[in-house]
T-cell receptor, first 113, second 115 residues
Framework: DVKVTQSSRYLVKRTGEKVFLECVQD?????MFWYRQDPGLGLRLIYF???????EKGDIPEGYSVSREKKERFSLILESASTNQTSMYLC????????????FGPGTRLTVT | SQQGEEDPQALSIQEGENATMNCSYK?????LQWYRQNSGRGLVHLIL?????REKHSGRLRVTLDTSKKSSSLLITASRAADTASYFC???????????????FGKGITLSVRP
């Protein structure tokens, strides 16, 4: 079974703090994704990566950056957290040699105060 | 940009009834996928249908795809209270490669199954 883990289930940070969200997958997947989910807006893609050190902007990259130094790990960084970044953050991964179905982590609910 | 649009936005049925959810999309696709999300959790992949397929079954799930109408439907038969969740359709680009591996998700359908 594919397992995608996220570093925290709940996180509370203050405005202006630098925030790191970590995601690790154990299935040697090439592709990894970061989404945020807000009521009424569905899932919105922030960034994704299709290989180590490769990254592509999604639909809402502003205010975020990512890092992928190892194949199994994909980090989302909020350089200076703001209250409008309070959200549920979901990480996912997919194989590069199949139909690209995605496997999701449990999510991190981030609150910025 | 949202490609998949689910319909209805919310559905409430009695246990034992069938639930039908619809998804429409705008551009040509490689495949269409359905996911389930229990409250406050991550999404779970349910079923995938490729663009050259018309119907697939998996347990109590049946998905159809009509590429001429750019629409799909997910049928859950003999629903159970445990089927209560949000359901999302997602489309994969026609030209599916690693660099183009992202899926486009709809906003989801909230299904409530009353015991």
């Amino acid at each position: 079974d594919v397992k995608v883990t996220q570093s925290s289930r709940y996180l509370v940070k203050r405005t202006g703090e630098k925030v790191f969200l970590e995601c690790v997958q154990d299935m040697d997947h090439e592709n990894m994704f970061w989404y945020r989910q807000d009521p009424g807006l569905g899932l919105r893609l922030i960034y994704f990566s299709y290989d180590v050190k490769m990254k592509e902007k999604g639909d809402i990259p502003e205010g975020y950056s990512v890092s992928r130094e190892k194949k199994e790990r994909f980090s989302l960084i909020l350089e200076s957290a703001s209250t409008n970044q309070t959200s549920m953050y979901l990480c996912a991964s997919s194989s590069g040699t199949s139909d690209y179905e995605q496997y999701f982590g449990p999510g991190t609910r981030l609150t910025v105060t | 940009s949202q490609q998949g649009e689910e319909d209805p936005q919310a559905l409430s049925i009695q246990e034992g009834e069938n639930a039908t959810m619809n998804c429409s999309y705008k551009t040509s696709i490689n495949n269409l996928q359905w996911y389930r999300q229990n409250s406050g959790r991550g999404l779970v992949h349910l079923i995938l249908i490729r663009s050259n397929e018309r119907e697939k079954h998996s347990g109590r799930l049946r998905v159809t795809l009509d590429t001429s109408k750019k629409s799909s439907s997910l049928l859950i038969t003999a629903s159970r209270a445990a089927d209560t969740a949000s359901y999302f359709c997602a489309t994969a680009s026609l030209f599916l490669t690693g660099a183009n591996s992202k899926l486009t998700f709809g906003k989801g359908i909230t299904l409530s199954v009353r015991p």
